[in-house]
């Protein structure tokens, strides 16, 4: 090897894929609002199933799909939020870079009176 | 890269007047990534029902206050893309309806941040609205029901929701406190 | 056209190149964690438009990368001295200077942001020039030309030290 792939070695043996902290591929589906279960029904869900439709027929099966229709719409608005508080976070993050550098600490996070900067 | 967020609140009253967001809904074709959130208050009462393990109560609590969330958010291919100038102007009519005032005002060369606050009849704090406007970024994000960050900072952690960062409400970054360096040659 | 692709599966396949990248770009687990969150929550907003293995995974060393630039150059980030006041590495021999490698480290982590970034996707995820190019949005030339230059004051640095080395033991 010459001086160059020597050190291109070297580059490469430097940088090698680190090991991700535990969970974090847990955290990200969290935030997503991915179940890492996809396409199974959770436990309670299919037991609430089979109650549903051993205990309470045609009627307890209609009620359960309205549940299962309100917790897809829930988990569609949580995501929608969770991309606000995503959008809102990194604006007010430029925002406070900005803010810092004129000597001003942190955005007042409770109303506060209004000044101009 | 600059992105233009837009609040789609076309239907939030003014003192009674809706806002008009056309300018910002003609800039959503030209955008190169966009991210759009609707909200409305039937919608956000659903979030009650995901009762997570903890903080149930207060995300229903927080469910019925909230009226609702809008936000656009642009990013384009390069700067020039869309008139600041406009954008401006659109912030400054929606102070002059009297409703709206800044909380925070940043202007830069190359850009602004906005954070209005609307005062409800009663004279409390019922609304936010954020305008970011950089060279290649337009964000617009519209809180309605709510007038401060600490609401929507309360509904980080919940039910999987993160946490809003850069308020000092939520997990603090350490930064160093110097302007930025232009390492690039 | 392709199904659209199982997201966790892509998490699980992508997650160690997103989080090495800015890792080893911002030397902060905190930092590049949140960065890799975001990437890929992202990705998941934007998923549906992606086609294909390699499309998905261009895309999420572009905006890696972007990210990591943009955290660099906005807290006017330098994890480690400046290039020129680097120590030296010594040791007894450069080859197997357990110290070496981690002071190539902290010396690419004290590079312009893009220049550090254009090591990474080379020595990191061996891409092709002219794929660092695509994911940075700059031209080859661009590329060919910061990469060398970075390449050759690294070089220059080690090798002075190395020098050293050999001189104090003659």
Redesign the interface.
């Given at each position: 090897m010459n001086g160059m792939e020597k050190f291109e070695h070297e580059l490469r043996e430097s940088f090698r894929r680190v090991e991700p902290p535990q969970g974090l591929e847990r955290r990200i589906l969290e935030r997503a609002g991915v179940s890492r279960r996809r396409g199974r029904m959770p436990r309670w869900m299919a037991a609430a199933a089979s109650i549903a439709i051993a205990g309470g027929g045609l009627l307890g099966v209609m009620r359960w799909h309205e549940q299962q229709m309100r917790l897809r719409q829930a988990e569609q608005v949580r995501q929608q939020i969770a991309l606000t508080v995503e959008i809102t976070s990194r604006t007010l993050a430029r925002a406070e870079g900005r803010l810092r550098s004129i000597g001003v600490k942190q955005i007042p996070v409770q109303e506060a009176s209004w000044r101009e900067y | 890269?600059a992105r233009v967020?837009i609040l789609v609140a076309a239907l939030v009253p003014l003192f009674g007047q809706p806002i008009d967001y056309s300018l910002f809904d003609k800039l959503a074709e030209k955008a190169k990534?966009s991210?759009v959130?609707n909200?409305g208050p039937e919608?956000?009462t659903?979030?009650?029902?995901?009762q997570p393990k903890e903080g149930g109560k207060e995300l229903a609590e927080l469910a019925r206050t909230l009226k609702g969330?809008q936000?656009r958010?642009f990013e384009f291919d390069a700067p020039g893309l869309y008139d600041p100038a406009a954008v401006r102007a659109f912030g400054e009519k929606i102070k002059a309806g009297g409703a709206w005032?800044?909380?925070?005002?940043?202007k830069?060369k190359d850009g602004f941040?906005e954070?209005l606050?609307r005062k409800g009849a009663d004279g409390k704090?019922d609304g936010l609205l954020?305008l970011?406007a950089?060279p290649k970024e337009l964000?617009l994000?519209h809180?309605d029901g709510v007038?401060?960050?600490?609401a929507?900072?309360r509904?980080?952690g919940l039910?999987?929701?993160?946490?809003?960062?850069?308020?000092?409400?939520a997990k603090k970054?350490e930064?160093?406190?110097?302007?930025?360096?232009k390492?690039?040659? | 056209m392709d199904a659209t692709p199982d997201f966790a599966e892509i998490v699980r396949e992508h997650q160690g190149m997103v989080y090495s990248l800015a890792w080893h770009a911002l030397r902060d687990r905190a930092a590049a964690e949140d960065i890799t969150q975001d990437v890929f929550l992202a990705l998941h907003q934007n998923l549906a438009r992606l086609e294909g293995a390699d499309h998905i995974r261009h895309w999420l060393a572009r905006v890696a990368s972007h990210r990591c630039i943009d955290e660099i150059r906005k807290r006017g980030y330098r994890r480690g001295p400046a290039l020129e006041e680097v120590r030296e590495p010594g040791g007894c021999d450069g080859d197997r200077d357990p110290l070496l490698r981690r002071r190539l480290r902290q010396m690419v982590a004290s590079l312009p942001a893009q220049a550090r970034m254009m090591i990474l996707l080379r020595y990191q995820e061996e891409m092709e020039l002219a794929e660092i190019a695509r994911v940075l949005d700059v031209p080859v030339q661009t590329v060919k030309s910061r990469l060398h230059r970075a390449l050759e004051l690294l070089r220059v640095k080690m090798n002075r030290g190395t020098a050293v080395v050999r001189e104090a033991r003659s």
């Open positions: - | 890269m967020l990534e991210a959130v909200l919608q956000l659903l979030l009650a029902g995901l969330i936000v958010s005032n800044a909380l925070v005002s940043v830069e941040t954070i606050i704090a954020i970011a950089e964000t994000v809180i007038g401060d960050l600490a929507l900072a509904l980080g039910a999987g929701i993160p946490q809003l960062a850069a308020t000092g409400a970054k930064a160093p406190r110097k302007a930025p360096e390492q690039e040659e | -």
